[in-house]
C-alpha cells in the first residue's frame, strides 16, 4: 500500500500560519506603539539621516551629529528620531540645556538618573523629552521626542 508523507517543513509553515491566524485580532493594517498608543501603518512613517520636518528648523542638533532612524505619527505630529553625537553625554546635555533655551525653548527638567540624562523640554504648549545615554566613551546618543502628548 502507498501511503503519502507531507514533508515536516510543510506541515510546520501550515501548523504557524494557523497559529498567526487564531491570535490575529483580524485587522491586518501594519501598526506601531508610540508612546503607549497604537497608531496604523498609514499614520507612521519612518525615516533616516535627516531632520524629520515635524522638528522646527530652531530646534538644536549639535554639530557634526548623526541622525539615526527617525518616526512621525502624522495624525499628531508626535516625533521620535535617534542621535548620535561625538561627545559624552555631559557634554551632550550640557549642550541641549543651553541650547534650548538660547532657541526659545524651556527646559522644564534635566536630570541625570543612573546612566541615562533625560531632559524635558517645552515650546508654546508643545512638550518634549531628550533621553541621553553614553554607549561608547566619548559617544552619546540622543533620543529626541517631540510633541509629546
Known sequence: ??????PLPVVAAVVIALAIAACSDGDDSNSATTGGRVA???DVVFGSGELPQTIPAEFPIPAGSSIGSTL???SSGFTELVARVDDGMGATARFFDQSLVQA?????????????WLIEFSKDGVRGTIDITEPAGGISQAVIRYNVP
Open 1 to 6: 500500500m502507498l501511503v503519502w508523507r507531507r
Open 40 to 42: 496604523s501603518g498609514d
Open 72 to 74: 512621525v505619527v502624522t
Open 104 to 116: 526659545g525653548f524651556t527646559v522644564d527638567s534635566s536630570v541625570l538618573q543612573d546612566q541615562l
